[in-house]
């Protein structure tokens, strides 16, 4: 394993498929009484957000500690950044502290490479920007191949604000790398610039027309929150509009499941109900928003063993 998790093209499939197979056994520790292993003792693991965040900043700090690591949370509210220090400054000031890995969240894209460089830590990218969030692919990688079964051959359809979200990022070369076809759907407005290369690699597509892509029966559609906080103008008309073009309606559920019965739903969080996705496909046997929370947990805690504890801790 490398030194860090900076980006989803840093893995390898035999890597991905390797975490996923720690992800399942530590999966296992959720479901004990006493949900507690000695991986970890004596290290320290340092969860630096600076931004808002549930999901991500919870199953780090649970998986680090099911795995006896001494860990801690810092948000930027919190720390000296709110004073005017840098970045570099901040976590050099807790490198300096013999911590052993650090786990960011940053609103500049490409924060966590910049870290990387700066500290002998190693370095966990929990969402940086518009950029990557490659925990989040993997553990939607894991939540649906334990539904799905491998993901190779399956076709999965990404769906929403392309244009501000990392998950999509990190899910596109994630699923391509286990071998998935990818289709990924927005409004012309919320389609990355830079999208075009990606459209020539095989296992790759794009479109505008989501009844198009339902119709042609996925085997996992993905919705996308719609980052209003991103936004600086109208990408489009009205919630009402983007709801009608790209949510994922009563209706289109309903025509998910008559085109491919055993399609399953996933959504990184948090929602925005009844915009990108109605409460029925949120709530429905379809969906596996919870199980995603709970894979949270699993995987985490396989990255931070193979970052920290690796091989030797088998023996």
């Known amino acids: ?158 769906v929403g604000d392309l244009a501000h979200s990392r998950v999509f990022r990190s899910n596109a070369i994630t699923l391509r790398t286990l071998g998935a076809k990818v289709t990924v759907v927005a409004p012309p407005t919320l389609m990355p610039s830079g999208i075009g290369p990606w459209s020539q690699a095989d296992g790759f597509a794009t479109s505008n027309d989501l009844d198009a892509v339902i119709a042609s029966g996925p085997d996992a559609l993905m919705m996308l929150r719609v980052q209003k906080e991103r936004m600086s103008g109208g990408f489009f008309p009205t919630a009402r509009e983007y709801t009608v073009g790209y949510g994922l309606t009563r209706q289109r559920l309903r025509a998910l499941v008559d085109a491919n019965a055993e399609a399953v739903i996933c959504h990184p969080g948090p929602m925005n109900r009844g915009l990108e996705i109605s409460p029925e496909a949120a709530d429905g046997a379809q969906s596996l928003i919870l199980d995603q929370v709970s894979a949270g947990v699993a995987v985490r805690m396989a990255v931070l063993y193979h970052l920290l504890a690796g091989e030797e801790a088998l023996a």
Not at 134 to 145: F, G, I, K, R, V
Request: some cysteine; aromatic content about 4%; proline content about 2%.
């Open 1 to 158: 394993m490398m030194k860090h998790l900076l980006s989803s093209a840093d893995l390898t499939r035999d890597d991905v498929e390797m975490l996923l197979a720690t992800a399942a056994e530590m999966h296992e520790v959720q479901r004990r009484d006493v949900k507690k292993l000695p991986t970890l003792r004596g290290r320290t693991v340092i969860n630096l957000f600076f931004e808002d965040s549930t999901r991500t900043r919870s199953s780090f700090e649970i998986a680090g500690k099911w795995m006896s690591a001494d860990t801690i949370n810092i948000t930027g509210k919190g720390s000296s950044t709110s004073k005017g220090e840098s970045l570099r400054d901040t976590v050099m000031t807790i490198d300096a502290m013999s911590v052993d890995a650090l786990v960011i969240r940053h609103m500049a894209s490409g924060a966590c490479h910049q870290v990387a460089g700066w500290v002998d830590a190693h370095v966990i990218n929990a969402g940086d920007g518009t950029h990557e969030h490659p925990t989040q692919a993997l553990l939607d990688a894991y939540t649906m191949s334990q539904r799905l079964g491998p993901l190779a051959g399956r076709r999965i359809a990404i």
